[in-house]
Structures are given as structure tokens and as C-alpha cells.
């Protein structure tokens, strides 16, 4: 029955209704949060180990293009050609060329010179000589270009190694001479790795790992292949894919080095990018079941505002229902609908009271005034009797009973008044209840004009998001034109590439436009960068104003679902108007039967009237007493019957009375 109650009240609905209107709109946020936030979190994932890919091979190629260029200067020295042709006796010259070419580069790396045998001529350290005819990057670097090795362990120093070795040419006869090469750390590429990325590996041409951001890879580990893996077989420079081998979900992002052929992988574990977004999406809940409080809060303390008053009201009209006058003491000062309401049930209580009043009053002098008349007329049936034997009596009795009929004229005037005043007071009510209805009529009109502007705001709204999203589609105008300067970086990068190239074949005559290409090459480099930037800056753009626009979108949404609850208020406003009819019909009744009670009492100020007539004439004609007795006789039985109906309507009219305390 208690649950029944709840369902049904006031309260409990505006209360839910508040936390509906908070709760939809929160839930329908986190989901749009959680799932746009995974989605830009793969999209910016995918992007972040695509420029670690790509950055970490231009790193990957400047280091060997340095070692590269280096060597070809080297190979390509007149010393160098004079000392494998067998014309420089005194090889000091050479080695020290190679030491200082060690030393530029801070590493301590072998430059090993061999002849066309393949055995070694001269080395940098103090090494054994030793042949190296088997070498594959020998082999390759003896048929005229530079050539980069696989990973490989070398025999005499137990390490693993890279090697990057050029022809040494006769600048006469275009005849190799021999062949330079010199050693590279595979540990060297493992520091750049594990600064520049948390996951990536590089990986040699027959898909060995050559180094890893994560771990040092030793001469005696066992070397993982990759050869099946999609960056082997695919036949692809770059490309992107989600790979499942490590039993979860990673993205990789893959590009080849042109000079050495190795393969640069960068990976982001997917379970990281969805834990960032749902992180982002915990913050949004915790945040939103705050202000959920906040709206409970704020809903009890709106509630009572609403209910508490018409609550006050409803005590009121039930102790009016048992007869009581209560008056209301609290909420009289606000000045809202429910301040007007608690007033005018106040005005509405003291003027029941009034009228009641007086009513009490007159019943009770009606009630003494009937008792004394039934008294004087059984008085006169008894004296009837003795008429002939008292002459004198009847007519000193006939005197007393006129002036007692003359007080009861006028206690009946006393009525005919108080009565009159009820009416008076029940067609006050009824005017209160017209301008109940009125106000009512004039607050659901007020509703309905609200109503309009809240869909004149909607379609302002959709106009605000239709600018949003040409401003998102000039954004993304931009962006194209932002691909288009790192086309133009990457093609002048292109061409700086080649000019080094030339420079080192150039010899001494060419350094001075390596240095110029090399700055032709930092200035794409930035250039792309910048581009990059921009890129970046105008996905956000375009990420801020797709927000905007789903924002828009929400709002639209919510305010429809305002629309809804006005409507719904407009319906309640309407029953409102049915009840204050109804209240104005009974009003109307109350009048009605009002004016009944008037022309009853008139009609008895008429019968006493004519009573006081009765008893001058009795008292007059006390001459002619003994031949009017019987006249007499049934003049005092009609008298009795109205004095016993008068006293019956009188103590029903005190009955009635006593409901009102």
C-alpha cells in the first residue's frame, strides 16, 4: 500500500523525472566518450608508431649513409687508390686516415681495406689480417657498388656485426682495386631504438633481428626470423597491419631502408590504447555520478519546494472536510503560484469561519426563540379550558402573547439576515473560484508560449552545428594541402640524397656541396616536420569541431526531451482547469441551495407575521372572548403545530452546526 503511495506521489515522480533528465543524457555521453575516444586513441596509435617507423629508419639511414659517404671518400682518396695499386710503399698515411675516420664517427669500429682476393691489406685496429673472400658483402661490394651486410657474428672477435663495404676504384682505368668495408654495432641502432620508442625492432634483409628497443641481443642468443611475417612477404616499402602472433593484438607499422634493405618495425599494444580510453571514460563516469548527487540533491530540495505547499493545502482542506478551520502559517510570503494558492486558502478558511459564526449565532437564538414560542402555545391550549371562567386572564395572556409573538417577528428578521449573509459569502466563493480558473487558464498559456521558444531554440541550434561542420570541412581542405608540403619535403629530401651522393663521388672537389646538400636535406627534413605538425594540429581541429557538433547534437536532443516535459505540464494544467470547474459548480450548488434557505425563512417571517396580527386582535376582542372561544381554541392548535415545526427546524439547523468546531 506504502509503495502504491510513492509510485503515485508528486514527489517521487518529479524527484525520478530530475534523475532521468541527468542519467540519460551521462550514459549516452560515456558511450559516445568511451567509443570515439577508442577510436581516436587506434587512429592516433596507428599514426604515432607509423612516424616512429619512419623516423626511426631516417635515423637508421643517416647512420649508415654517414658511414656510407665516409667510406666512399675514403675509398675513393688518391692514397687509398696509390696504396692498393702498390705505389705507396708506407702505409701509415692510409691507417691513419682510417683511425681519424673512426674518430669522427666516436665509435670504435674496425675500417678494414682488402684487395681484390679478398684478403685483408690493412685494418684501422691491430688486428689479423685475414681473408674475407667468402663474405658475401665482399662479393658484392667487388662487383662495383656499396653494399650492406646482413647481421652476422664475426670469427675472430665473437660479436655480432654489420658491415658496410665499397669498391675502391681506379679513377683511370675504372678498375676495382679492392675493397673497403668496415664494421658496424647492431648495439649502436639498440640505443636509438630504446630512446625513440618503447616497442621497435629493426630487421636484416633475410629477416633476422638485428636489434631491439627493449633488450640487447648477444652473440651466442638465439636470433628470431621473421621471414613469413607480412613485412617479408608483402613486396611493400611501408604499410601498417594488426598483428595477433605474440597472442594479443599489436600494431605494427613497418618501412624498408632503401641503401641497406633492412625492415624498421615500430608496435603499440593494443590493450594500452583501450586502457588510455577507458581511463578517460572512468574519468567522465566519475565525474558524471558527482553531478548525478548534485541533481538528487538539488531534486529533493526542488521537490519539497513544490509539494511541501500543496501539502499544507491538502491539511487544510481535510480539516476543512472534518469541520475544522486550520489556517496555513507557513509559505504565505512566497510569490510564486504556491504563495497565491496558500493565501487564498487562508481568505478562503476565514471567511468559512465568519459565516459559520454567525450562523452558530442565529441557530441558537432560533432554537431559544421555538422552545419559548411551543412553551406560550401549549400555555394557551391549557388556559383555553378556563376561558369562560377567567375572562380577565385570557385577556392579560392574550397581551403577553402578542408582545412574545412581536420578539419572535424579530428574531425571524435576525435569520432571514444571517441567512442572507451566507449568501453573500457563497457568491464571494464562487468569484474566487472564476479567478482560480482564470489564473490557471493564463499559466497554461504562459507553458505553451515557453513551449514555442524552446523549438524556436532548437532550430537555432541546428543552425550553430550546420556552421560547425563547414568549418570542419574547410579544416579538412587544409589538411590536403598540408600532404601536399610533405610530398614536396620528401621529394626535395629525395634530391639532397642524390646530391650527397654525387659529392662523395666527386671526391675533395665535392665536399663543399655535401655540406650544401646535407643543409638542402635538414631543411626538407624540417619542412616535413612542420607539415607534420600542421597535420597534426588540423586533426584535432577536426576532432574538436566532430565534438561540436555531436555536443549540438545532444543539446537538441535534450531539448526535445524538455519539449516533452512542458507538454506533459500543459496536460496537468489542463486537469487542473477540469478540477476548478468542477470546484465553481459546487460553489454554484451552495448558492443555490442558499437562496432556498432565504425563501424558506421568509415565508416563516410571513406565518409570524401573521401570528402578531392574530394575538392584537385576541387581545382587542377580550370582550367578546366567551363567544370566540372556539374561534380561539383553533387559533392556539395552528400556533402549537408552527411552534413544534419551528422548533424542529431549528434544532436540526444546531445540529447541522455543531460539524463545524
Given at each position: 500500500?506504502?509503495?502504491?503511495k510513492?509510485?503515485s506521489?508528486?514527489?517521487?515522480k518529479?524527484?525520478?523525472?530530475?534523475?532521468?533528465i541527468?542519467?540519460?543524457?551521462?550514459?549516452?555521453s560515456?558511450?559516445?566518450?568511451?567509443?570515439?575516444s577508442?577510436?581516436?586513441?587506434?587512429?592516433?596509435?596507428?599514426?604515432?608508431?607509423?612516424?616512429?617507423?619512419?623516423?626511426i629508419e631516417?635515423?637508421?639511414d643517416?647512420?649508415?649513409?654517414?658511414?656510407?659517404?665516409a667510406?666512399?671518400?675514403?675509398?675513393?682518396?688518391?692514397?687509398t687508390?696509390?696504396f692498393l695499386?702498390?705505389e705507396l710503399?708506407?702505409?701509415?698515411k692510409?691507417?691513419?686516415q682510417?683511425?681519424?675516420?673512426?674518430k669522427?664517427f666516436?665509435?670504435?669500429n674496425?675500417?678494414?681495406?682488402?684487395?681484390?682476393e679478398?684478403?685483408?691489406v690493412?685494418?684501422?685496429d691491430?688486428g689479423?689480417?685475414?681473408?674475407?673472400?667468402?663474405?658475401?658483402?665482399f662479393?658484392?661490394?667487388?662487383?662495383?657498388?656499396?653494399?650492406?651486410?646482413?647481421?652476422?657474428v664475426?670469427?675472430?672477435?665473437?660479436t655480432?656485426?654489420i658491415?658496410i663495404?665499397?669498391?675502391v676504384?681506379?679513377?683511370t682505368?675504372?678498375?676495382?682495386?679492392?675493397?673497403?668495408?668496415?664494421?658496424?654495432?647492431?648495439n649502436?641502432?639498440?640505443?636509438?631504438?630504446?630512446?625513440?620508442?618503447d616497442?621497435?625492432?629493426?630487421?636484416?634483409?633475410?629477416?633476422?633481428?638485428?636489434a631491439?628497443?627493449?633488450?640487447?641481443?648477444?652473440?651466442?642468443?638465439?636470433?628470431q626470423?621473421?621471414?613469413?611475417?607480412?613485412?617479408?612477404t608483402?613486396?611493400e616499402?611501408?604499410?601498417?597491419?594488426?598483428?595477433?602472433?605474440?597472442?594479443y593484438?599489436?600494431y605494427l607499422?613497418?618501412?624498408?631502408?632503401?641503401?641497406?634493405?633492412?625492415?624498421?618495425c615500430a608496435?603499440?599494444?593494443?590493450?594500452?590504447?583501450i586502457?588510455?580510453?577507458?581511463?578517460?571514460?572512468?574519468?567522465?563516469?566519475?565525474?558524471?555520478?558527482?553531478?548525478i548527487l548534485?541533481?538528487?540533491?538539488?531534486?529533493?530540495f526542488?521537490?519539497?519546494?513544490?509539494?511541501?505547499p500543496?501539502?499544507e493545502?491538502?491539511?487544510?482542506?481535510?480539516?476543512?472536510?472534518?469541520?475544522e478551520f486550520?489556517k496555513i502559517?507557513?509559505?504565505?510570503k512566497?510569490?510564486?503560484e504556491?504563495?497565491?494558492?496558500?493565501?487564498?486558502?487562508?481568505?478562503?478558511?476565514?471567511?468559512?469561519?465568519?459565516?459559520?459564526?454567525?450562523?452558530k449565532?442565529s441557530?441558537g437564538?432560533v432554537?431559544?426563540?421555538?422552545?419559548?414560542?411551543?412553551?406560550m402555545?401549549n400555555?394557551?391550549?391549557s388556559?383555553?379550558?378556563?376561558?369562560?371562567?377567567?375572562?380577565?386572564?385570557?385577556a392579560?395572556?392574550?397581551?403577553?402573547?402578542?408582545?412574545?409573538?412581536?420578539?419572535?417577528?424579530?428574531?425571524?428578521?435576525m435569520?432571514?439576515e444571517?441567512?442572507?449573509?451566507v449568501?453573500?459569502?457563497?457568491?464571494?466563493?464562487?468569484?474566487?473560484a472564476?479567478?482560480m480558473?482564470?489564473?490557471?487558464?493564463t499559466?497554461?498559456?504562459?507553458?505553451?508560449?515557453?513551449?514555442?521558444s524552446?523549438?524556436?531554440m532548437?532550430?537555432?541550434?541546428?543552425?550553430?552545428?550546420?556552421?560547425?561542420?563547414?568549418?570542419q570541412n574547410a579544416v579538412a581542405?587544409?589538411?590536403?594541402?598540408v600532404?601536399g608540403?610533405s610530398g614536396?619535403?620528401?621529394?626535395?629530401?629525395l634530391?639532397?640524397?642524390n646530391?650527397?651522393?654525387?659529392?662523395a663521388?666527386?671526391?675533395?672537389?665535392?665536399?663543399?656541396?655535401a655540406?650544401?646538400a646535407?643543409?638542402?636535406?635538414?631543411l626538407?627534413?624540417?619542412?616535413e616536420?612542420?607539415a607534420?605538425?600542421i597535420?597534426?594540429?588540423?586533426?584535432?581541429?577536426?576532432?574538436?569541431s566532430t565534438?561540436?557538433?555531436n555536443?549540438?547534437?545532444?543539446?537538441?536532443?535534450e531539448n526535445?526531451?524538455q519539449?516533452?516535459?512542458l507538454?506533459?505540464?500543459?496536460?496537468a494544467?489542463?486537469?487542473?482547469?477540469?478540477?476548478?470547474?468542477?470546484?465553481?459548480?459546487?460553489?454554484?450548488q451552495?448558492?443555490?441551495?442558499?437562496?432556498?434557505?432565504?425563501?424558506s425563512?421568509?415565508s416563516?417571517?410571513?406565518?409570524?407575521?401573521?401570528?402578531?396580527?392574530?394575538?392584537?386582535?385576541?387581545?382587542?376582542?377580550t370582550?367578546?372572548t366567551?363567544a370566540s372561544?372556539e374561534?380561539?381554541?383553533?387559533t392556539?392548535?395552528?400556533?402549537?403545530?408552527?411552534?413544534?415545526n419551528?422548533k424542529?427546524i431549528?434544532?436540526?439547523l444546531?445540529?447541522?452546526?455543531?460539524?463545524?468546531?
Amino acid at each position: 500500500m506504502r509503495l502504491t503511495k510513492l509510485k503515485s506521489s508528486v514527489k517521487v515522480k518529479l524527484i525520478a523525472l530530475m534523475l532521468l533528465i541527468a542519467i540519460i543524457p551521462l550514459t549516452v555521453s560515456v558511450i559516445i566518450s568511451y567509443t570515439s575516444s577508442t577510436s581516436s586513441a587506434k587512429k592516433s596509435s596507428k599514426e604515432t608508431v607509423e612516424w616512429q617507423a619512419k623516423f626511426i629508419e631516417s635515423e637508421v639511414d643517416k647512420m649508415l649513409n654517414n658511414s656510407l659517404t665516409a667510406l666512399t671518400s675514403f675509398a675513393a682518396s688518391p692514397q687509398t687508390i696509390a696504396f692498393l695499386k702498390g705505389e705507396l710503399k708506407d702505409s701509415s698515411k692510409v691507417k691513419q686516415q682510417m683511425i681519424d675516420i673512426n674518430k669522427s664517427f666516436n665509435d670504435d669500429n674496425t675500417i678494414v681495406m682488402s684487395n681484390t682476393e679478398g684478403m685483408m691489406v690493412l685494418r684501422s685496429d691491430e688486428g689479423k689480417l685475414k681473408s674475407i673472400a667468402e663474405r658475401d658483402y665482399f662479393q658484392n661490394a667487388l662487383k662495383g657498388s656499396p653494399f650492406v651486410s646482413n647481421v652476422f657474428v664475426s670469427s675472430v672477435t665473437n660479436t655480432r656485426n654489420i658491415c658496410i663495404a665499397v669498391p675502391v676504384v681506379d679513377s683511370t682505368t675504372k678498375k676495382v682495386l679492392g675493397v673497403v668495408h668496415k664494421t658496424f654495432d647492431p648495439n649502436d641502432i639498440h640505443e636509438l631504438l630504446k630512446e625513440e620508442a618503447d616497442e621497435a625492432f629493426l630487421v636484416d634483409k633475410n629477416g633476422d633481428m638485428i636489434a631491439h628497443s627493449q633488450f640487447e641481443i648477444k652473440a651466442d642468443d638465439e636470433v628470431q626470423n621473421f621471414s613469413s611475417s607480412p613485412y617479408m612477404t608483402s613486396g611493400e616499402k611501408t604499410g601498417f597491419y594488426i598483428s595477433t602472433a605474440p597472442g594479443y593484438p599489436v600494431y605494427l607499422c613497418y618501412t624498408k631502408n632503401e641503401l641497406s634493405g633492412f625492415t624498421v618495425c615500430a608496435a603499440l599494444k593494443e590493450s594500452e590504447i583501450i586502457k588510455a580510453a577507458a581511463n578517460g571514460a572512468s574519468l567522465i563516469i566519475f565525474v558524471g555520478l558527482a553531478l548525478i548527487l548534485v541533481v538528487l540533491v538539488l531534486s529533493f530540495f526542488i521537490a519539497n519546494s513544490f509539494t511541501d505547499p500543496m501539502l499544507e493545502v491538502n491539511k487544510l482542506l481535510s480539516a476543512l472536510a472534518n469541520g475544522e478551520f486550520v489556517k496555513i502559517n507557513k509559505y504565505a510570503k512566497r510569490d510564486d503560484e504556491f504563495g497565491q494558492m496558500v493565501n487564498n486558502s487562508n481568505a478562503v478558511v476565514d471567511k468559512l469561519q465568519s459565516i459559520v459564526g454567525h450562523i452558530k449565532e442565529s441557530s441558537g437564538t432560533v432554537n431559544a426563540s421555538s422552545e419559548e414560542l411551543s412553551e406560550m402555545a401549549n400555555q394557551i391550549a391549557s388556559t383555553t379550558e378556563s376561558v369562560a371562567e377567567a375572562v380577565q386572564d385570557i385577556a392579560s395572556g392574550a397581551t403577553e402573547q402578542a408582545r412574545e409573538v412581536q420578539n419572535s417577528v424579530n428574531n425571524a428578521g435576525m435569520i432571514t439576515e444571517a441567512i442572507e449573509n451566507v449568501q453573500g459569502s457563497a457568491n464571494s466563493l464562487n468569484l474566487l473560484a472564476d479567478r482560480m480558473r482564470n489564473a490557471s487558464e493564463t499559466s497554461g498559456k504562459s507553458l505553451a508560449n515557453f513551449h514555442d521558444s524552446s523549438e524556436v531554440m532548437t532550430h537555432k541550434i541546428v543552425d550553430i552545428a550546420e556552421k560547425i561542420s563547414d568549418t570542419q570541412n574547410a579544416v579538412a581542405d587544409i589538411n590536403a594541402r598540408v600532404e601536399g608540403i610533405s610530398g614536396i619535403a620528401a621529394q626535395t629530401n629525395l634530391l639532397s640524397l642524390n646530391a650527397s651522393i654525387e659529392a662523395a663521388r666527386a671526391g675533395d672537389a665535392g665536399k663543399g656541396f655535401a655540406v650544401v646538400a646535407d643543409e638542402i636535406r635538414k631543411l626538407a627534413d624540417d619542412s616535413e616536420t612542420l607539415a607534420k605538425e600542421i597535420h597534426e594540429v588540423m586533426e584535432k581541429l577536426l576532432d574538436e569541431s566532430t565534438s561540436a557538433v555531436n555536443a549540438a547534437n545532444e543539446i537538441i536532443e535534450e531539448n526535445k526531451s524538455q519539449q516533452a516535459a512542458l507538454e506533459q505540464t500543459i496536460e496537468a494544467v489542463k486537469g487542473m482547469l477540469s478540477d476548478i470547474e468542477k470546484t465553481v459548480e459546487s460553489v454554484a450548488q451552495i448558492s443555490g441551495e442558499t437562496d432556498v434557505c432565504v425563501n424558506s425563512n421568509k415565508s416563516v417571517s410571513n406565518a409570524m407575521a401573521s401570528l402578531s396580527a392574530i394575538s392584537e386582535e385576541n387581545a382587542a376582542a377580550t370582550e367578546t372572548t366567551g363567544a370566540s372561544v372556539e374561534e380561539l381554541s383553533a387559533t392556539v392548535s395552528t400556533l402549537a403545530e408552527s411552534a413544534s415545526n419551528l422548533k424542529q427546524i431549528a434544532e436540526k439547523l444546531n445540529e447541522e452546526m455543531q460539524f463545524f468546531k
